[in-house]
T-cell receptor
Framework: GQQLNQSPQSMFIQEGEDVSMNCTSS?????WLWYKQEPGEGPVLLIA?????ELTSNGRLTAQFGITRKDSFLNISASIPSDVGIYFC????????????FGSGTQLTVLP | EAGVTQSPTHLIKTRGQQATLRCSPI?????VYWYQQALGLGLQFLLW???????NRGNFPPRFSGRQFPNYSSELNVNALELEDSALYLC?????????????FGPGTRLTVL
């Protein structure tokens, strides 16, 4: 099935460093969502974006909905060990195709 | 407020058998989505139910089916199980508004086909 282009695939960073990951698509989306998944669990919603150009923060997390509606990025500032996990972007549409299209994920490892 | 719940947590079946997975959405949510997360393949959309009806399905064979009950809970059935059906099956719910809305996921059911 269709997937978004999410990069990087994996990241190894030192505790305290900032992290940036992004997603791009050839198609337009009405919604961009960012989820975090830990082993054996379902994805947990981090940030939801509903308007082109929107910049939203949730604690140390900041995400933006690209102006073209074809991309989004997620930044994590001052990383901590509990940030470890897989981060997924997801694009959503309205109408009859409201299922989410997911990126392939970014595996984040935070080194102490 | 309780989140999305799924049962069972783990399910082990053999090839050719049928599997039934269950999902209860967040209270007040009318839309239920099913996704398959196979190792190395990311999350793939399976089915979407809203107000008791199937609204859309992903690129999966007909042996993947389901239904939504009057209380908005949902069931996913997988018939004639194959080895490659082994995956984490995730259910998500949303308020079911007309526009693109936010989906919240359950913990998943790990299906293993031997």
């Amino acid at each position: 099935g269709q997937q978004l282009n999410q990069s990087p695939q994996s990241m190894f960073i030192q505790e305290g460093e900032d992290v940036s990951m992004n997603c791009t698509s050839s198609s337009i989306f009405n919604t961009w969502l960012w989820y975090k998944q830990e082993p054996g669990e379902g994805p947990v919603l981090l940030i939801a974006l509903y308007k082109a150009g929107e910049l939203t923060s949730n604690g140390r997390l900041t995400a933006q909905f690209g102006i073209t509606r074809k991309d989004s990025f997620l930044n994590i500032s001052a990383s901590i060990p509990s940030d470890v996990g897989i981060y997924f972007c997801a694009g959503g549409r309205s109408g009859s195709a409201r299922q989410l299209t997911f990126g392939s994920g970014t595996q984040l490892t935070v080194l102490p | 407020e309780a989140g999305v719940t799924q049962s069972p947590t783990h399910l082990i079946k053999t090839r050719g058998q049928q599997a039934t997975l269950r999902c209860s959405p967040i209270s007040g949510h009318t839309s239920v989505y099913w996704y398959q997360q196979a190792l190395g393949l990311g999350l793939q959309f399976l089915l979407w139910y809203d107000e008791g009806e199937e609204r859309n399905r992903g690129n999966f064979p007909p042996r993947f089916s389901g239904r939504q009950f009057p209380n908005y809970s949902s069931e996913l059935n997988v018939n004639a199980l194959e080895l490659e059906d082994s995956a984490l099956y995730l259910c998500a719910s949303s308020v079911g508004s007309g526009g693109a809305d936010t989906q919240y996921f359950g913990p998943g059911t790990r299906l293993t086909v031997l």
